[in-house]
């Protein structure tokens, strides 16, 4: 019998704002973060979860992470990997912890990266990779692992068995679709706030010779500015090659309304998180407002319960589920059924560090087994910190391929802790 | 100048699970605590604010607290006191922390708990209660105080303004009425989940002794248990004392109109927390439903966002502002704003560890200058832990009585971090 030993976790910390990498309307300065957890065993396994955040505040998140983490230590691998949806519900529905949230924030974040790492265990025991064996379970598995309290007046457990069991025929020509072709991505790497204008016409110029089919830009912070670097953007991009706009949550209801009419003539793809992410209602009016452009977010949902209400009000177009934002796979699973009942494709959020590692695997399961028409899905794609991931992802010719190591993607490789710890790691302490 | 020199940070926590006093559906077994932080400066000087949670991970909290308050060391009181509304939006809307929720969950609440730190030092200061500086401040220093980013397509800060302005000339009167009788005050006291039949009859006796109009009991575990609860408790107060019930997130959506279908016949004055809090679209359908019953909820909502959209969609009839979940009290004052924009009433949450004494001030400023109805308005009462604070509330015959001490309600005695500091106190240690 295999027992986890130790629930260890680590303040990790690089140093992005120097390069004003992943600047925009809102995060002029962040510093890409994890509060990393490591569940140690007395065998060789090991299973790895984390939550991304952009800097201050990551020892806050590192210490809610500790604290439910080490609520696993001295538990039996085998019981724990079994059950993982008994280990959700224990610690969700924890009264006590519960009042801190209701699922929502730090501790909600938390509890999901010690499920996630549960999972990441889980399928490194069986050997392969999260996608692959989200696949070899049943649909009646799958959505087993959902709790439905609060969604069921929407989408009930059968129903949700149903959209898996009408999606089933498929799978073999998806996944062989997808083994060849991969998933296509897109890139926000050129479209920093923070950046020059020349350095925005050189990366646009790298983003079509890499094959993307869209690049994000981010705007918000002054229109003049939008207008001129969508300008330089589509000129080097020409008009094969797609553009959307990220307001990462600046704009009042009105604000965004008005400010998108403003840039709507640059022929914009979609319009990410116009405003604040808990205003369901406000969505669905602006995205009434600036139809056709899609509206597009979900990076900042706290949980199922807002998707489920922001997909009832057609307040989003485009479902950006979010790698380490909610309460762990399950959630981002009931997201994703969620999603597909209301036809609302998933293009996840991704960048950051890990992001892109860990929610291709959401991503190309949806595509396999849950999308209704997944040649028009995408995943972000942002090409910075891949280094430090033990299994980086596979983006070739504009497209995600096939993860096909064992695990989740959220493993680290050695050596990033006496790196990026903080703040005692040699890049801080310098 | 006096000069902020610490912010300290306790973890307490009161072990009130052994009586199961605060039990209900959803919380078999609190044990109140509070993530308590006081500013200390160079002269006598001191300011204090919490955040209230129900036991495990209030050492999170408290880190959190802890975190935030940190920054405030080594500032000028004259400078924070005179312009609070700006340390809110720095804290606030600090990108990085802000990713932690946004307007959520443990970062802040904790926020939350440093800026009302700071009203507490400020009206300490100017040597009055908390309600009765905020009565000295002019309609548009109030609405000054608030964010609107989020709020204005709903309710501006010019409408804002008139509200208040219109409110002016009723505030003689009103604060008359207050200082004569108070403001009703309801008991959740007798209804706790966790008692027998017995304690039940012999506490709602009580509370008709102590002038209560309304009982509040606590429902959703088992629904014959509720029937014959609600029998005892009616045939003991009879008539003329109202019955409210409080499900505490317990149900889904369709859950709670049926359950609620079924205990309708016992004379119910609201239906608490039907479902998850976050549920706008739900509280609505729920709302609707049950009609004339209404809904009341909002010690869970963990914005002002939310409550805009709850008021917009009817959600709740009753609007139950928070002492201590949201960012502080200017968020506060913005949920009292938007329910009178909307004519619902605010009778506070209250309970707990400190709640009362805090929230009286928010509920006593709400009747003398905003409400519409202000007799419609009434406050929870329960009736322990009372002894722990330095101010503890006059609660007589039924009604709460304004508070006269300098302060905002949230100052201890001295030795309470001896007895419940956590885990080293002597309550714990023994």
Redesign the interface.
């Known amino acids: 019998m295999t027992t986890i030993t130790a629930a260890e976790v680590v303040d990790l910390r690089f140093p992005t704002s120097v390069m004003l990498d992943g600047s925009d309307a809102?995060?002029?300065?962040?510093?890409y973060s994890a509060a990393y957890l490591r569940l140690h065993t007395d065998a060789e396994l090991t299973g790895h979860g984390f939550v991304f955040?952009?800097?201050?505040?990551n020892?806050?998140?590192a210490?809610?992470v500790a604290?439910v983490g080490e609520r696993l230590v001295g538990r039996q691998v085998d019981g724990l990997c079994e059950h993982v949806a008994g280990l959700a519900h224990e610690l969700l529905w924890?009264?006590?912890?519960?009042?801190?949230?209701?699922?929502?924030?730090?501790?909600?974040?938390?509890i999901g990266a010690v499920i996630n790492a549960v999972w990441d265990l889980r399928v490194r025991r069986e050997g392969r990779p999260l996608w692959e064996s989200l696949l070899a379970l049943s649909p009646s598995e799958i959505v087993e692992l959902v709790d439905?309290?609060?969604?069921?007046?929407v989408l009930d457990p059968g129903q949700a068995r149903e959209l898996l069991e009408e999606r089933r025929p498929n799978r073999t020509d998806r996944l062989a679709a997808v083994e060849s072709d991969g998933l296509a991505a897109y890139t926000t790497g050129p479209g920093w706030l923070g950046y020059t204008d020349d350095k925005l016409a050189d990366l646009c110029r790298q983003a079509v010779n890499d094959g993307f089919g869209l690049v994000k830009l981010k705007v918000g912070h002054d229109l003049g500015d939008d207008h001129r670097r969508l300008a330089i953007a589509r000129d080097v991009l020409g008009s094969e090659v797609e553009i959307a706009v990220d307001a990462n949550?600046r704009w009042?209801?009105?604000q965004a309304i008005e400010w998108v009419q403003a840039l709507s003539g640059h022929d914009l793809r979609w319009v990410e998180e116009p405003?604040?992410?808990?205003?369901?209602?406000?969505h669905a009016?602006i995205a009434e407002a600036i139809a056709p452009i899609p509206v597009a977010t979900g990076e900042?949902l706290?949980?199922a319960?807002?998707a489920?209400?922001l997909l009832?009000?057609r307040g989003t177009g485009i479902l950006q589920v979010d790698a380490t934002r909610v309460g762990g796979l399950h959630e981002q699973l009931a997201m994703l059924m969620l999603a597909a009942q209301a036809g609302v494709d998933v293009i996840p959020h991704a960048g950051g560090i890990g992001l892109c590692e860990a929610v291709q695997h959401i991503a190309f399961f949806n595509a396999i087994a849950l999308a209704a028409e997944p040649g028009r899905l995408m995943l972000e794609h942002v090409d910075h910190l891949h280094e430090h991931m033990a299994a980086p992802v596979d983006v070739r010719d504009g497209a995600y391929h096939l993860p096909r190591l064992p695990g989740s993607g959220t493993a680290l490789v050695d050596g990033v802790d006496a790196s990026f710890g903080y703040p005692t790691g040699t890049e801080w302490s310098l």
């Open positions: 809102m995060n002029p300065d962040p510093d955040t952009i800097g201050r505040g020892d806050i998140q210490t809610a604290s924890d009264s006590q912890l519960r009042w801190l949230g209701p699922d929502k924030g730090v501790i909600h974040m938390a439905w309290t609060y969604l069921s007046d949550q009042g209801v009105d405003t604040h992410p808990d205003d369901v209602l406000g009016t900042h706290a949980n319960v807002l489920k209400q009832q009000v």
